[in-house]
């Protein structure tokens, strides 16, 4: 009922810029939190960044300075703005959204199915 769906991955070089949007759709009440996580071939999924409100958010030390979250309530999207970005942030990134169906029910953990990213000359 809940779908989740990132978009803006792409070939870029080293120092270059990609803006990455994850839109939710379908049964929401609310969500609770939105986020981008990542994983490079070899390793686990990391977090990249998360959102509550556009004044409350969380970063990985190594996108610190480089990486900005943000979020459209109104359209139940989320963007990951990369500024200088590394060949080693080349990975497949994940949006994750803690969303509430209903008034009555638990909050759920989704995710959409990734968006390669590139970095390389």
Same mark, same amino acid.
């Given at each position: %009922?809940?779908?989740? $769906?990132?978009? #803006?991955?792409?070939? $870029? %070089?080293?120092?270059?810029s990609?803006?990455?949007?994850?839109?939710?759709?379908?049964?929401?009440?609310?969500?609770?939190?939105? #986020?981008?996580?990542? %994983?490079?071939?070899?390793?686990?999924?990391?977090?990249?960044?998360?959102?509550?409100?556009?004044?409350?958010? /969380?970063?990985?030390?190594?996108?610190?300075?480089?990486?900005?979250?943000?979020?459209?309530?109104?359209?139940?999207?989320?963007?990951? %703005?990369?500024?200088?970005?590394?060949?080693?942030?080349?990975?497949?990134?994940?949006? /994750?959204?803690?969303i509430?169906?209903?008034?009555?029910?638990?909050?759920?953990?989704?995710? #959409?199915?990734?968006?390669?990213?590139?970095?390389?000359?």
């Amino acid at each position: %009922q809940v779908h989740i $769906v990132e978009s #803006g991955g792409g070939l $870029v %070089q080293p120092g270059g810029s990609l803006r990455l949007s994850c839109a939710a759709s379908g049964s929401i009440f609310s969500i609770a939190v939105m #986020g981008w996580y990542r %994983q490079a071939p070899g390793k686990q999924r990391e977090l990249v960044a998360t959102i509550i409100s556009d004044e409350s958010t /969380n970063y990985a030390d190594f996108v610190k300075g480089r990486f900005t979250i943000s979020r459209d309530n109104a359209k139940n999207t989320v963007y990951l %703005q990369m500024n200088s970005l590394k060949p080693e942030d080349t990975a497949v990134y994940y949006c /994750n959204a803690i969303i509430v169906a209903t008034m009555t029910e638990t909050p759920g953990d989704y995710w #959409g199915q990734g968006t390669q990213v590139t970095v390389s000359s």
